[in-house]
């Protein structure tokens, strides 16, 4: 017997998205540095930093963010190995390198941080069936697919690594559902198929995709709430 859904439905839920909330929250979340939450999430410190200042962005009120600020903090974790760390005395890893990226690519700012140090650091992570590894531990992921290829993308530097190879391995994580997982052979999830989506779209291997198979399964994926799971 299968496993029933959840869902969370609240009847008093606004009509409208309370964007003045979200911006009062996102600056009020800067400035609070002693609470527990923030301390807690040092360990993602930088993709953190990636998500609050591109909803800012989004809802036009990126300039309430201290950039300067935001900018040091960046330059401050990139390690001698080039890759970038969620925060100082971390160990560096690619999700982290990305959202450094992101970030500085947001204020174009990448003349802060070692370049060159960032390409051969991503391209080292390359493994010989085209997977990526998120760090020097060796796990193997298609998010971390993405975050290389992205990452690079951005940088201009596609040319560091076996494109061919990556996409081959991306390939090789679909399913007969239409969808993608970690690695070949595992379930597919919502998370899982938009890294790999987003490695062939910057490949320009979307044809690759069951557009109707895939768009069936995430369909499938909503809720009577209106939400959706992975």
């Not at 941080?113 to 992570?125: E, I, M, R, T």
């Not at 997977?131 to 290829?149: P, Q, Y």
């Not at 399913?175 to 198929?193: R, V, Y």
Request: one cysteine or more; charged letters at 20%; a negative charge.
């Amino acid at each position: 017997m299968g496993t029933a859904a959840k869902d969370v439905i609240d009847v008093q839920q606004p009509n409208n998205l309370l964007l003045d909330k979200h911006v009062e929250y996102i600056c009020a979340y800067e400035n609070k540095k002693d609470d527990y939450e923030y301390v807690m999430t040092e360990y993602l410190r930088m993709s953190g930093i990636y998500w609050c200042i591109t909803a800012m962005d989004l809802m036009g009120h990126l300039h309430k963010m201290t950039a300067e600020d935001i900018i040091k903090v960046v330059k401050k974790c990139q390690h001698e190995c080039g890759g970038v760390s969620p925060s100082e005395g971390h160990d560096p890893h690619l999700l982290y390198t990305l959202s450094a990226v992101q970030i500085l690519c947001t204020y174009d700012a990448l003349d802060v941080v070692d370049v060159d140090g960032l390409v051969l650091y991503v391209s080292a992570l390359q493994q010989e069936d085209g997977s990526f590894v998120g760090d020097m531990w060796g796990e193997v992921d298609t998010r971390f697919s993405f975050c290389a290829l992205a990452c690079l993308a951005l940088l201009h530097r596609l040319d560091a690594v076996d494109v061919e190879k990556a996409i081959e391995f991306v390939l090789s994580c679909k399913n007969f559902d239409g969808g993608f997982g970690t690695k070949p052979g595992s379930e597919s999830h919502a998370g899982q198929i938009y890294c790999c989506l987003g490695v062939l779209a910057i490949t320009g291997r979307l044809h690759e995709v069951d557009a109707d198979l895939l768009g069936w399964w995430l369909c499938e994926r909503q809720l009577p709430s209106g939400g959706l799971n992975g």
